[in-house]
């Protein structure tokens, strides 16, 4: 993949995510929270597995459990984490903290996989979360939204991971189409369980849940599934920290959240950031010019 390629897939993949979270916020208004996110994923995932489904299937029952498994981790426990969690924070503050996904990649990939990493990778993943950080104006209360939102972005780092694990042995989107089919299942399941499960029909809750399925759910795990696939996971991991920033300014434009000064500078640590995860840098060795990895 051409980089200009990998970087345009990269920045609509995120915009997309970021923007999920106050257009889903929006779509709490008319719905509880796992009940609408598993309508989203049943739908979406439905819909993807007509799409697919001449394309290779999942040919073993560890196949169609491993894309469950990923379902659990990604669609269930990452959105329902993070969409639960808007009952005590704002749509952007789940959007940070759900997106330090990347520092627990690297961490988890070293310590489970055995993965290496440079010091100036952790030291960008390291300026990435001091953006997150600064973004929220220095002030992380470590309530029950900020923790539940926490649980979510260990999910995210666990489900990226088994995604670049696993996924060599998919067809990436029907492994997006199954495992939404499977998280929302889940979630509905969920719902039932713990809260009084309802939508209501209007032309408002309808776009939004629209807006959920096609572009929120269906483009956006396909174009993330592959982007997993065909690279890094931490590098592409580290990316994900533009989507606090895609989230509070879609935030501020659609549901007016204040956006402070502060915002800004921490967007700049967070570019440092991802640069430094993701420069292939020189290094001399005998006398010659090497990539360092």
């Known amino acids: 993949m051409s980089k200009m390629k990998y970087i345009t897939l990269i920045i609509v993949t995120t915009f997309v995510m970021g923007v999920a979270f106050p257009v889903g916020k929006v779509g709490l208004d008319y719905s509880t929270p ?76 070293t310590f489970l996989t055995g993965a290496k990493y440079r010091g100036r990778q952790w030291l960008g993943v ?18 029950a939204g900020m923790l539940i939102g ?18 060599a042995g998919f067809d990436m989107t029907v492994l997006a189409a199954y495992q939404m089919l499977a998280g929302g299942i889940a979630l509905l399941l969920l719902g039932a369980l713990t809260e009084h499960p309802h939508f209501t029909f209007t032309p408002m809750s309808v776009v939004v849940l629209l807006w959920l399925i096609i572009m929120g759910s269906i ?23 533009l989507v606090p920033v895609f989230g509070l300014l879609s935030s501020w434009l659609l549901l007016g959240e204040k956006v402070a000064w502060y915002v800004g500078l921490g967007g700049a640590f967070i570019c440092v950031g ?10 001399r060795s005998g006398g010659r010019l ?4």
């Open 150 to 167: 926490f649980l979510g972005a260990i999910f995210f780092a666990a489900s990226t991971l088994l995604i670049k694990q696993w996924g």
């Open 34 to 109: 796992f009940f609408l996110m598993g309508l989203r994923f049943v739908l979406a995932g439905g819909i993807l597995a007509l799409i697919v489904r001449k394309k290779p299937q999942p040919t073993s029952l560890k196949m169609w459990g491993k894309a469950g498994l990923i379902g659990l981790l990604q669609s269930a426990g990452v959105m329902g984490c993070a969409y639960y969690s808007m009952h005590w924070i704002s749509s952007g503050e789940s959007s940070i903290i759900t997106c330090t996904n990347p520092l627990l990649v690297i961490v988890l990939g």
């Open 274 to 283: 991802i640069f430094l995860v993701n420069w292939e840098g020189k290094a």
């Open 290 to 293: 090497v990539r360092a990895q």
């Open 219 to 241: 483009v956006q795990f396909c174009l993330w599934f592959y982007l997993l696939r065909s690279g890094d996971p931490a590098k592409t991991s580290a990316f994900l920290f």
């Open 126 to 143: 390291a300026l990435g979360f001091i953006g997150v950080v600064v973004t929220f104006g220095l002030q992380l209360n470590f309530q």
